[in-house]
């Protein structure tokens, strides 16, 4: 089975930066849309950015202006860049694709939604 895997999490202190990648196992034909999630301690999983196909961006309202969502379509890729760092920003952070087509080991292969495993950052204060 296709899977997402992220990269790149790690521990950093307030004000820093830090870039998450999420990796396709096999190519991404096409999606709806790809995105980073994250869950804190005690708290329900919050959208944080997508992206869709044709490139348009959103963001939740808290990482507005500090983190960057794009693509590399030729690497099947999804990054987050992540300046000024805040400890609340402290979470695992999951790479979603909603209703991706990828290359499966027999052909094209429609999913409803991939997940990744998550990444955990932590910003020290």
């Known amino acids: 089975q296709v899977q997402l895997v992220e990269s790149g999490g790690g521990l950093v202190q307030a004000g820093g930066s830090l870039s998450l990648a999420c990796a396709s196992s096999g190519t991404i034909f096409r999606f709806n849309a790809m995105g980073w999630y994250r869950q804190a301690p005690g708290k329900q999983r919050e959208l944080v950015a997508t992206i869709t196909s044709d490139g348009s961006t959103n963001y939740a309202h808290s990482v507005e202006g500090r983190f960057t969502i794009s693509r590399d379509g030729a690497k099947n890729t999804v990054y987050l860049r992540m300046n000024s760092l805040k400890p609340e920003d402290t979470a695992v952070y999951s790479c979603?694709?909603?209703?991706?087509?990828?290359?499966?080991?027999?052909?094209?292969?429609?999913?409803?939604?991939?997940w990744g495993q998550g990444t955990l950052v932590t910003v020290s204060s």
């Open positions: 979603n694709a909603d209703r991706p087509v990828v290359a499966g080991p027999g052909g094209p292969e429609a999913y409803l939604e991939l």
